[in-house]
């Protein structure tokens, strides 16, 4: 078979649904979006059962789409927060606005394809169970939305061995599996493995047959800075706290220093040094519950579990054969370097602005359908690479603010940028009177250029505009 097309988006998770739905939005363009999995959702769809967003649903999924509405929840772990979806509530999110860039007949999704690349001169996508050869003309440009692919313990490969008599899951079979066990030993030290713990102590466990091993510690944000619309005073708060800290800090450890003094920043164990940063967040309700686990361990990365005893970088454990470990060392975020964007037969989605996946995505179909310069499309969309440690998060910082200085410099782009449900931002002018939200506006626009002037001495220069982004 042999299909035509402009677009062809290889990866039907979140940034290539998110890109898809803007760019139908605001051109002509005909898409085809393929996708080795079933069904739309990228790794929602290998997620485990009991995940949720760690951010609100409000700013996430496509942009022409609501997920869930905009409820605060008020009762439950997430009381006095907006509502976040469930995996099947993204799932189904997802799957609906699939059905309706269908409806417009100019989006034609292929699940269950892998794309082979260019063979003979022409695109080719396989489809994984019969074998079939599918040919596609590309008119204008591939689009890469997997370049940033995530890695979750259902799909990815341990850095470990297992015994073959070892009790090991990937966090996605806790439910099932959790029952054989007297004891448990959670792997891994981000926002998956925080889960698992969740989930046990949830579940009743006694926190003193939970054993968690953290190869190293991690900051996280505190979800209450997250919360937008009615509350996006909390974003503000914590935009003016990056960069006030930023402005006066004198090294990476510093300005982390200073985050945490203002709240900013958590870390389970306030008396161990974390060096990992990976935007995630956490509330001071799941805080207190993953502080009850005091059975830590921090013998570096594991090597190799078996029956009764697990090998890591720095020692090894006696365990015993009633024990389940749980596998949540998948990186999530991608760590893969940055490249640019627009190229005259490709894009390759990647982050813009820092910790706003389906954000970005959306922006770069904006500014595909608008613009016909590639170099000028990089202008205003220079690639800032997903963060793994701490001394990553200034540049995030940097490149944002310089970024969002020259979207605001285009109208139309401002103006995509303030009407878009994905902008955590967006509620901003309606709420600015409020004296919280001005104090915030105000402290921002005091430091953000010093902060800026403060991480390019930490790092290598940010390159962009001169001065600071006014916020809108
Ligand atoms: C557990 C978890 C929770 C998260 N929660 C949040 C949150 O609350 N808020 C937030 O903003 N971000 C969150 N994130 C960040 C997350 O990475 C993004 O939100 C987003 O879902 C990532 O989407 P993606 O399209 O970049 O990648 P993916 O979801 O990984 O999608 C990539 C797709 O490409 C496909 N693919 C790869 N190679 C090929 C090929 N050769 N041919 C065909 N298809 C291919 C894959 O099958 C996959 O479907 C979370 C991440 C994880 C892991």
Redesign the pocket.
Known sequence: MRITTDYLV????????AFTDSLVAESDADVVL????DAP?????H?YPF?????PSAY?GVNSLALGADQVDTSGPNAGFYE?ATKSEVLDHFAEAVARLEQTGRVRLLPG????GVDGGVRQ?RHLRTGDIVEIEVRRKVVD??Y?????PATHRPSFEVADDASVVPIGALPAAADSARSYVVLGAG??AVDACLWLLDQGVDPERIRWVRARDAWFHDRAQFQPLDQVAGIMEGLAADAEAGAGATDVEDFFARLEEAGRVLRIDPDVPATMYRGSMLSEHELAEVRRIDDVVRMGRVRRIERDRTFLERGDLETGNDVLHVDCT?R??SNAPALPIFAPDRIV?QQVRH????FN?ALLGFVEAHRDDDVEKNRLCPPNAYAASTTEYPRLLARTWRTEELWFGEPDVAGWVAASRLNLLQALPAHQHEPRAQAAVTRYLTHVGDAIARFEQMRAPVPGADSAAPVR
């Open positions: 290889i990866g039907a998770g979140a940034t290539g649904l393929v996708d080795r999995n959702g990228g790794h929602w769809v997620a995940v949720a967003l760690h951010s996430y976040r394809h892998e794309d082979l996508v939305a997997r940033l692919e995530s890695s979750v926002k998956t998948a999530g975020l989605l910790n706003s996946p389906p995505a």
